[in-house]
């Protein structure tokens, strides 16, 4: 889970910094460009040599911004929609510059790819007639390195004229100075917060996640450790039993042990659960500290030894008649019956006494008129433990 938190950061960095380029570009396309147009012709009154230096173009979206210089020709038709528009150029006439005029039902870069053709370095394109010196941005994809500007339609009209009259014109282009709408400022600016926004939201969750993570996994620890230190506490109360030669458990027909699949020998460590299971005590104890229950029934030793109490289900207080004077009241877990009136019956065996041991040992011995005997046997799953020695097992009373 941890480590799809981490995918989880990282998608979501490398979306909002996918957004924040897209948008940085998108804002540097919508800048603006102008371009300074230093035309120059000869006065056809003297002859002398008339500058004209203003602020007047725009360059193309797709253009380069860059600055040439050229003499100015315009193609016939003035539209220069396509490759049949004728430039009246001179053989050998290179770096020139075509002015063409917009519309005409083709695009601009249709206009500038055509005159590219025919050999121009730069495309001046004047507005339509009724837009005086506006002037739009172009977009004109596929047209390369060839520069684009428009210019208003007053400023085109009177350079075709001039050339209309056979004067020469040339034309430099200069970079101007570049604007933005007022919106790409802010376009900016807003996604630049809202990276550094997401960006922090984001860490602070996995921060957040990591800490509960982690607090989490510490709560766990803690608790394995209390029920390691319970789990010690009952396996010391469980009753361990050295094997002597000529015990059944270790006979050919003998069980083996449930954890290391080895047979009984003389002289091996039993432990003895509550269920009247039993182990080596090498075996089971490891065991024990990590799950707390029987690998065969799944009997809970902490529950039974009344290490750990049952709280959700406490256990039932059995009634006894008056006249079973000689039995206290017995209080059993109705999960585990079997297996803790199994436990109590081992563990009887060996706190009898002398007496006790011959009372019980004769089968013709008759039971005291005080006591009831109870005919529900204990459960055993392995018969070798019923009996410790020559102890005969006596019927639960």
């Not at 360059?59 to 050229?70: A, E, I, L």
Request: hydrophobic share 35%; proline share 5%.
């Amino acid at each position: 889970m941890f480590l799809l938190a981490k995918q989880h950061l990282f998608l979501w960095l490398f979306v909002v910094s996918s957004l924040q380029v897209s948008s940085l570009h998108f804002a540097e396309a919508t800048y603006i460009c102008t371009a300074y147009l230093n035309v120059s012709f000869a006065a056809p009154q003297n002859n002398e040599t008339i500058w004209r230096y203003e602020e007047i173009g725009l360059y193309g979206q797709d253009s380069p911004k860059t600055s040439v210089v050229g003499d100015v020709y315009f193609p016939e038709p003035i539209y220069g929609c396509d490759g049949d528009a004728v430039y009246d150029i001179p053989n050998g006439s290179k770096g020139w510059v075509a002015l063409i005029q917009r519309g005409n039902g083709c695009t601009f870069s249709e206009k500038i790819n055509a005159a590219a053709s025919k050999g121009a370095i730069a495309a001046v394109i004047f507005n339509n007639i009724g837009s005086d010196n506006r002037v739009i941005q172009m977009s004109h994809p596929g047209t390369g390195d060839t520069v684009a500007i428009m210019i208003g339609h007053v400023r085109g009209m009177e350079m075709v004229r001039l050339l209309q009259q056979g004067i020469s014109v040339t034309m430099a282009i200069e970079v101007g100075k570049q604007h933005g709408y007022w919106m790409s400022h802010y376009s900016v600016f807003f996604v630049s917060i809202s990276f550094f926004v997401v960006t922090a939201a984001t860490v602070g969750y996995f921060i957040f996640y990591s800490a509960r993570r982690l607090n989490s996994v510490r709560l766990q620890n803690r608790k394995q450790k209390q029920l390691k230190a319970e789990a010690k506490k009952a396996i010391g109360q469980l009753q361990v039993r050295t094997l002597k030669p000529g015990d059944k458990e270790t006979g050919p027909d003998a069980d083996t042990c449930a954890v290391c699949i080895e047979a009984y020998k003389a002289g091996d460590v039993l432990s003895i659960l509550t269920c009247n299971h039993f182990f080596h005590k090498q075996c089971i104890e490891p065991w024990l500290l990590e799950h707390r229950t029987c690998p065969m029934c799944k009997c809970d030793i902490l529950k039974a030894l009344g290490v750990e109490p049952d709280i959700e289900e406490p256990p039932q207080q059995i009634a006894v008649p008056p006249e079973m004077f000689s039995f206290p009241s017995a209080t059993e877990d109705t999960r585990s019956e079997t297996a803790s009136s199994g436990y109590a019956s081992i563990q009887g065996i060996e706190q009898h006494s002398p007496l006790e041991d011959a009372t019980h040992s004769s089968p013709e011995s008759t039971p005291d008129l005080g006591s009831v005997e109870v005919d529900i046997q204990p459960h055993y799953d392995n018969l070798a433990f019923e009996s410790d020695g020559n102890s005969q097992r006596e019927p639960r009373t």
